[in-house]
Nanobody, 116 residues
Framework: QVQLVESGGGLVQAGGSLRLSCAAS????????MGWYRQAPGKQRELVAQ????????NYVDSVKGRFTISRDNAKNTVYLQMNSLKHEDTAIYYC?????????WGQGTQVTVSS
């Protein structure tokens, strides 16, 4: 079955950096667009970044443009989210996502907490 396992979250001061990883199994990873979402307390889950199967195209929510970078290593079945210049408002649980017909699949999430 499809499994997504996130890691790399933690507590960091404002202005700091973290790198999230998501290891995928149960899919032909190189065929799929992958996404990172986040959900802050009391807020809806939002798309943070996406990357196409080859890595040739990416998109970001406006609030993270210029600070976050999504990338992937198809040989390792892993997608990454490099987060720089972190702000308090980036505090959330971050989830990895893939759409594998007919379902969306999510990892368990990794907590990112940015202290101001």
């Amino acid at each position: 079955q499809v499994q997504l396992v996130e890691s790399g979250g933690g507590l960091v001061q404002a202005g700091g950096s973290l790198r999230l990883s998501c290891a995928a199994s149960g899919i032909l990873f190189s065929f799929y667009t992958m996404g990172w979402y986040r959900q802050a307390p009391g807020k809806q889950r939002e798309l943070v970044a996406q990357i196409t199967n080859s890595g040739g195209s990416t998109n970001y929510v406006d609030s993270v443009k210029g600070r976050f970078t999504i990338s992937r290593d198809n040989a390792k079945n892993t997608v990454y989210l490099q987060m720089n210049s972190l702000k308090h408002e980036d505090t959330a649980i971050y989830y990895c996502n893939v759409f594998h017909t007919p379902n969306f699949y999510w990892g368990q999430g990794t907590q990112v907490t940015v202290s101001s």
